[in-house]
């Protein structure tokens, strides 16, 4: 039995806990079926691994998680095609699996991709969940095309738009042709957000219809919302165009009134990037198409990578600092953590 290192814990603890996270010894996987085995040389925090790591009845067995990564195939399960030892890859990974946490990882073959060359194995870390969630929402679940002609005169505001998926959907947004007009409240993620792909940006914490009009819109043809859905659910059905699309990532356990949408005919719809992988879906494999597609933009530089902090060390201590941080909700952009 061969052992691995790996950070994950027992209970459901706040980051401030010394038990919230804690180095561990666990045994390494081995590939099989669509599986790959991958050396993990960088992973990267979002809000779902401290929404995973902070909610839940306590584990039996140490729990590990950590979606985001990027790595080396070590090996390759008997039913797996697309992939040979010595690639870089990069992922997403499932919510149901051992996650990235780890110094060696199982991952299905048909949510994974080659690794973007131009960009370093932290680089690369920083961006599968965020692409995936971005991409999804904008094709899957608001039903946009990237044939900028098509998206002429069409306008997006994207709530949240410094964050880490907005950080990419911003990009996104603008490589498909619309206007987009992100939400930022400070002076460097105003200009984060402008950097990335922002024609306009308004103050999530101000009225958003004056802030529109002031902007010369009435209405916006799309809403990408990436925080609070309960907080902004009556500003976005003002400002939602008829026959608009609401996208939102955000789970809240408050009723929303998706009535107020009626007289619109508005759509309302959620993306949770998951739901391929938790599901097996027959479509599983577009994840490792649009991480694919994705790729070739990095290559050719008309997309950039999100990274603003890399902490090196795939360790208790640093991966508790890259939480702390992420719950703090100021950080810009993502937070890897990298192999030493």
């Known amino acids: 039995m061969t052992q691995m290192k790996a950070i994950g814990f027992h209970q459901h603890l706040p980051i401030t806990e ?75 990974g499932a919510i149901n699996r051992p996650g990235s946490n780890s110094d060696f990882q199982l991952v299905d073959e048909r949510i994974v991709a080659k690794k973007p060359q131009r960009l370093t194995f932290s680089e690369a870390a920083a961006l599968p969940l965020t692409t995936l969630t971005a991409y999804e929402a904008l094709t899957d679940r608001l039903q946009l095309t990237f044939d900028a002609k098509s998206n002429l005169d069409k306008t997006m505001l994207i709530i949240g738009a410094a964050g880490g998926v907005g950080s990419i959907a911003t990009q996104l947004a603008n490589k498909a042709g619309l206007t987009v007009i992100g939400t930022a409240s400070r002076p460097e993620t105003i200009e984060w957000a402008k950097t990335h792909g922002a024609h306009h940006t308004i103050n999530h914490h101000e009225d958003f219809r004056a802030q529109l009009e002031q902007l010369g819109y009435h209405y916006v043809d799309y809403i990408f919302c990436l925080n ?108 890897v953590v990298e192999q030493q």
């Open 18 to 92: 010394a038990n919230s996270l804690i180095d561990l010894e666990i045994e390494r996987p081995v590939a099989q079926g669509h599986d790959l085995l991958v050396e993990i040389k960088a992973v990267s925090v979002n809000p779902v691994d401290t929404k995973v790591r902070a909610h839940g009845a306590d584990e039996t067995e140490p729990k590990v998680i950590g979606y985001d990564a990027a790595g080396i195939v070590v090996e390759v399960g008997d039913h797996a095609s697309l992939f040979s030892v010595g690639d870089e890859v990069y992922y997403a």
């Open 228 to 335: 609070a859905t309960d907080q902004h659910f009556d500003a976005m059905v003002d400002v939602i165009a008829p026959q608009g699309k609401i996208c939102s990532i955000v789970e809240t356990d408050q009723n929303l009134n998706l009535s107020a949408l009626q007289q619109k005919s508005a759509t309302f719809v959620w993306e949770f990037m998951f739901t391929r992988s938790l599901f097996e879906t027959a479509d599983m494999i577009r994840q490792h198409e649009i991480l694919t597609q994705v790729a070739t933009w990095f290559e050719e530089e008309t997309l950039e990578t999100t990274v603003t902090q890399t902490l090196i060390g795939l360790n208790a201590a640093n991966l508790k600092e890259a939480h702390r941080l992420v719950e703090s909700g100021k950080t810009i952009g993502k937070v």
